[in-house]
């Protein structure tokens, strides 16, 4: 492929990046894989239908080694890395050079600091809108090769804290009534957008640990007392949140970051004035009991069981119904196609034993 070539393959991944797809996808192989036809394939190698961006990952390298020395010459052309005033910065081919390079680096390598921080310098001095920047990045965490990589949530993060920042409080409020605030509010329809990428990005990349933190992020980012939420607010939020994890962990049964995060919402919960949360979290105590029968081979739902553990009646049942005979010599024979739940089994009641103490 000629330089020509390259470059031009360059500008049309940059043009359809700045169109702010819903999503993207790294394709595998060419683009001669994807698209027979020389003549369609000549016009641009990728594909672009109903607003979904499909990149062909020989394309993205070839644009990638074209885009690293654009953005280097772009960098040090528009002045950002001195400390200029930011205001003296307009649009210029340099900062355009800048945007789009620094699209194509995070598109190849979303952990690409430099190029995350650009964006940033960027978005402070107005020249990228921070609308558009979160789109972008929810386009970028539509994808497996993306959404599992930490700097990319931590960059829209920073956006959401740009975007809905924490009004002016007394000094401490904040933090002596949210633990480890997130310095931002998420009103409620933002909140269910964060919450629905965040699902999408974990069914793309299981157990995906830095999606879930975000999530929790959120959660706590939509209790900001005397902003929005009221008690009832509160309370809501928390009902329908715990449901729907209790829901994703019983599709998901080895994601332990989903039960982390419930863990979590519980722990949220009890400075919460609600008479209603208890009983809510007495249910998932109930849901833990039911899956471990279900699936006692996975370790993660022995450890939601360990979380959510409650010594009653019930407990007691559970333990000299199931957990005993698991666990003795002739359910091992028994159990022989699933060692596994024998092991967690004896593990768990180790547990309990010490707790009893």
């Not at 910065?89 to 600091?113: E, F, G, K, R």
């Not at 553990?309 to 196609?337: G, H, I, K, N, Y």
Request: charged share 20%; proline share 7%; net charge negative.
């Amino acid at each position: 492929m000629t330089d020509a070539s390259v470059s031009t393959c360059f500008r049309s991944l940059t043009s359809l990046l700045l169109k702010s797809p819903a999503t993207i996808e790294v394709l595998p192989g060419d683009a001669s894989v994807w698209i027979p036809d020389v003549e369609e394939r000549s016009r641009s190698p990728f594909l672009f239908m109903e607003n979904n961006l499909g990149v062909p990952e020989k394309e993205l390298r070839r644009s990638y080694l074209f885009a690293v020395p654009v953005f280097s010459a772009a960098r040090k052309a528009s002045g950002l890395h001195t400390l200029e005033d930011p205001s003296n910065h307009t649009m210029s081919p340099a900062i355009q050079d800048l945007i789009d390079s620094s699209a194509v680096l995070i598109l190849m390598n979303p952990a690409h600091q430099t190029a995350l921080n650009a964006r940033k310098q960027l978005i402070v001095r107005n020249l990228i809108d921070m609308g558009e920047e979160l789109k972008f990045t929810a386009a970028l965490l539509s994808s497996r090769h993306c959404c599992k990589q930490g700097e990319l949530w931590y960059h829209r993060q920073w956006l959401l804290r740009r975007l809905y920042p924490v009004p002016s409080f007394p000094q401490g409020l904040i933090t002596d009534m949210i633990p480890d605030s997130p310095n931002f509010y998420l009103p409620p329809n933002d909140l269910s957008a964060e919450i629905h990428l965040v699902s999408r990005a974990c069914e793309l990349y299981p157990r995906n640990y830095f999606g879930w933190t975000h999530r929790t992020i959120c959660i706590r980012s939509a209790l900001v007392p005397g902003v929005h939420s009221t008690a009832s607010d509160s309370t809501e939020i928390f009902q329908k949140e715990i449901s729907s994890v209790m829901q994703w962990i019983e599709s998901h049964i080895s994601d332990y970051s989903a039960v982390h995060h419930l863990k979590t919402l519980a722990r949220l919960t009890e400075d919460a004035e609600s008479p209603l949360l208890p009983d809510r979290l007495h249910l998932v105590f109930g849901h833990a009991l039911t899956l471990v029968r279900e699936f006692p081979e996975h370790e993660t739902l022995w450890q939601y069981l360990r979380v959510f553990w409650d010594e009653s009646d019930v407990a007691t049942a559970f333990v000299t119904s199931f957990v005993l005979p698991l666990q003795s010599p002739r359910m091992t024979e028994q159990e022989s196609e699933s060692p596994s739940g024998v092991q967690h089994a004896c593990r768990f009641l180790e547990w309990r034993n010490q707790r009893l103490k």
